[in-house]
């Protein structure tokens, strides 16, 4: 008996399948699009590399789709407010698919046209940023407040299994079959996500919504500005991607730093969602911790930590190693901050937020595949992740000492 208690607080927490029969269905197809759509994020980065060499063009397909991706986030948001949620969601996914079936052809055709990939990639930004809105919006519907911290963990789970199998994938598939059966893979993947949707009720927003347009756009950010909670989560995860992701690089490192080519790159790639697995595959105890934006800053720190030791090392295991630490840390920061926003927003702003939130996660990394591209041309390469690293901590802290009453945030009370 005095073990149990401590067992079911660190294994992972599946009462929210049970209680939402929806909830299950959407992580069992997101699970499954998500290994595609992660093999398609991998080779495109790798064909780009394997066309033109250079580390920098590899760090502008990021900052390609970041013009996309503010612009209908924010706007996504707003229509997410505005329709039927499910029904918007199942239309970005069909196109989504469309998307990766163009890949598809230009890889068989052997087109080598570089501006195509930049183009995809720009198309699929803005459709994920339409999507994601309305998704996120999903959850505080089919499960009640107490179980979204977890929930979350097992969205956590459902994610970096994707996020951990599509780059090992990527790395086997491109080297043994070429770049079109990757694209092929995702192609089909998305047809689980769909059956996932489908299977949903109606997700029209509470009230009926209001109209999308610039308005909706702009109520949406006062209302962000004048709670600094919700805003300190958004403010501390661009710090940790700007300045803290490093898998821009990741490519080039294994080719002149691990000496592990296409293999080395996808393993790379696949470190930092398999620590966040591990991480939420036991974060039973996610949900018994209420000091939230406590629990961000620390995570985010260690994240920058972990940073720091992978711009240091040129072995291979250790590099693998810190970076799945460092997945380990997001994944704790992803819970509490999605859990926080959930909590305190109400829902006839939720897809506005939502699209201010998928704007940052999804955007702070393009930046910081951008700023990683150009400390490398400036510094170097190691010395290039190893100084963000150190900028994630010092800049973290700072916001945080500025806006203590995020470090206070409880969730047992999360509209004080």
Not at 270 to 292: C, D, E, S, T
Request: glycine fraction near 12%; charge should be positive.
């Amino acid at each position: 008996m005095t073990t149990a208690a401590p067992r079911r607080r660190l294994t992972l927490d599946l009462s929210p399948t049970r209680v939402s029969p929806g909830f299950r269905n959407l992580l069992i197809g997101d699970a499954v699009s998500v290994v595609g759509t992660q093999v398609t994020a991998v080779a495109i980065p790798l064909q780009v590399y394997a066309l033109t060499h250079s580390a920098a063009t590899v760090g502008l397909v990021g900052l390609t789709g970041l013009v996309p991706l503010i612009v209908f986030g924010l706007y996504g948001g707003a229509v997410a407010d505005a329709v039927d949620r499910r029904r918007l969601v199942l239309i970005t996914t069909t196109l989504q698919a469309v998307l990766s079936t163009i890949l598809l052809l230009q890889a068989v055709l052997d087109l080598r046209w570089t501006w195509l990939l930049f183009v995809v990639v720009a198309v699929q930004a803005g459709l994920f940023a339409l999507d994601s809105p309305a998704r996120q919006a999903f959850i505080p519907n089919l499960l009640p407040k107490e179980l979204l911290p977890a929930g979350n963990a097992l969205r956590q789970v459902e994610f970096n299994v994707g996020m951990t199998g599509g780059p090992l994938l990527a790395g086997v598939i491109v080297a043994a079959f070429g770049f079109g059966a990757a694209y092929g893979l995702d192609a089909v993947s998305f047809a689980a996500s769909l059956w996932a949707v489908a299977s949903l009720p109606s997700m029209a927003p509470v009230g009926g919504g209001r109209k999308a347009g610039l308005a909706s756009v702009i109520e949406g950010l006062t209302f962000l500005r004048t709670r600094r909670v919700l805003l300190l989560t958004f403010v501390v995860d661009i710090i940790a991607m700007v300045f803290g992701m490093p898998r821009t690089l990741f490519a080039p490192l294994s080719d002149h730093v691990f000496g592990g080519g296409e293999a080395a790159a996808g393993a790379l790639y696949a470190a930092i969602p398999a620590g966040a697995l591990l991480g939420a595959l036991f974060g039973g105890w996610l949900g018994h911790v209420h000091k939230q934006g406590a629990a961000v800053v620390l995570a985010i720190v260690a994240w920058g930590g972990c940073v720091i030791g992978f711009g240091l090392t040129s072995h291979l295991w250790l590099a693998l190693v810190l970076l799945a630490g460092a997945g380990l840390a997001d994944m704790i920061s992803a819970v509490f901050r999605t859990s926080i926003l959930q909590a305190a927003a109400p829902d006839d702003m939720r897809g506005r937020l939502g699209g201010v939130f998928i704007v940052v996660v999804a955007g702070g990394p393009r930046l910081g595949d951008g700023r990683a591209g150009s400390f490398a041309s400036w510094f170097g390469l190691q010395e290039a992740v190893w100084i963000g690293g150190a900028l994630v901590i010092a800049l973290t802290l700072l916001v945080a000492l500025m806006v203590p009453r995020f470090l206070a945030y409880d969730s047992r009370d999360p509209h004080a």
